[in-house]
């Protein structure tokens, strides 16, 4: 028998994060008090978006990722809700086209100038009408064009085409979840919520603490969690692992990180206690390079992994510590990272305490760090849809492309996007999608 070492080296061992200095955060931002276990925040390569703290109705701030240092109280805002907002994501196949859910019981998608907000926008371009009560998450479809999932506190979970015609969608192209005959049941009220890698399956955590695998296009629950030293709050798919992530709580109240294999969970793979801390614990997964990212809602903590699909699978990289607690996060695209500086994951931590956004990259230290890492950037999902609505609603299942061919970046999406400019064609492979 031949010997074979234990020990895991990894290229990512050295990883660190690097906060950004004042005058390259976002100062001066009423981040909203809302106590909802939501991100508030959304990225893109050419703006940022954060829910806001306002007087009479909901509102978030689009600024572009350039527009750093201190805010202007009077910056412009996207105001149109009547209820305080809740959820903001950016829709995958358009940088300008942002969806945003309140407590007015609406979805609103909204278009953005390439300019930016330069006046109080109330107007949005589609308002989904369908639910009865507060809409407390959305999801845009991985790889289908204008498809938007939302999920409210009237036990309803929806799914929009958001390309239909008129000002105001009342009619929802698939109904995943409701109530039946006037029974409220713990699994479709949702608290989180992620497609697997082509759309095909929708994993959800609900209130009973479960994980359950959905075919998101009939309803039909395909799998169900069953481990009882685990309650689950946060779900992800780890794309090209063959696996499922969770986080929550053990009985006796211990954060908690978990895996599960997708055929199976009955029983979870792993099971690992983190501390003892009470704020939900937000996974960030890169499937790029199975870097794993654990964030504390009320602490300055974030941890990295590196996942593999073989035990131990789950391999401690580092921790970063700060004092200032986060009170939600968004992450940076891969098409807006910084290459030059060997950049592989960038957040904007929501510090409430000082009204303060703050990018946190995360840097693989290298020698000649000027010089394109290619093992660093494998290709990547492009940001060209697969297929259209119509296509996934007929059963269609189509991954998105991976980059190719170089692109040139448009000169309003900041100075973030502006760096890649002047890179060599094989810097910026994975910008511009191609067929596989």
Known sequence: MSWRSSFHCSKF????????????????????RSV????????????????????????????????????????????????RVLDVKWNPFDDHCIASCSEDCTVKIWDIPA?????????????LIGHSRRVGLIEWHPTAENLLLSSAYDYKVLLWDVSQVGAVIRSPV?????????????????LSVCFNCDGSRLAVTCKDRRIRVLDPRTGKILQVSCSKSHR????????????????????????????????????PLLEEDLDG????????????????????????NIRCYELSAEKPYLSFLMEYRSLLPQKGLGVMPKRGLDVSTCEVFRFYRLIAVKDLVEPLSMIVPRKESGIFQEDLYP????????????????????????????TRPRSHCGRTAARHTAASPSRDRHRQPRAR
């Open 13 to 32: 061992r050295h990883v660190f994060g690097k906060p950004a200095t004042k005058e390259h955060s976002y100062d001066g931002v009423p981040i909203t």
């Open 36 to 83: 909802h276990d939501n991100h508030y925040c959304s990225a893109n390569p050419c703006f940022i978006a954060v829910v806001t703290e306002c007087a009479g109705g909901g509102s978030f701030l689009v600024l572009p990722v350039h527009h750093t240092g201190r805010v202007d109280p009077q910056h412009p805002r996207v105001c149109g809700h009547s209820g």
């Open 115 to 127: 300019c930016g907000v330069q006046q109080n926008l109330t107007k949005a371009r589609k308002t």
């Open 174 to 190: 698939r109904i995943v979840l409701r109530p039946i005959h006037h029974r409220y049941p713990s699994e479709t009220l949702l």
């Open 232 to 267: 689950a709050s946060k779900v992800l798919y780890l794309g090209g692992l063959k696996m499922l992530l969770s986080t929550g709580c053990s009985p006796w109240n211990h954060r908690q990180v978990v895996l599960w294999d997708l055929d199976d969970l009955s029983e």
């Open 277 to 300: 801390s009470a704020g939900v614990l937000f996974p960030f997964y890169d499937p790029d390079t199975h870097m794993l990212y654990l964030a504390g809602k009320g602490d300055g």
């Open 379 to 406: 290709l990547t999902a492009g940001n060209q849809a697969a297929m259209t609505a119509q296509e996934w609603l007929s059963g269609i299942n189509r991954a998105t492309s991976q980059g190719g061919s170089p």
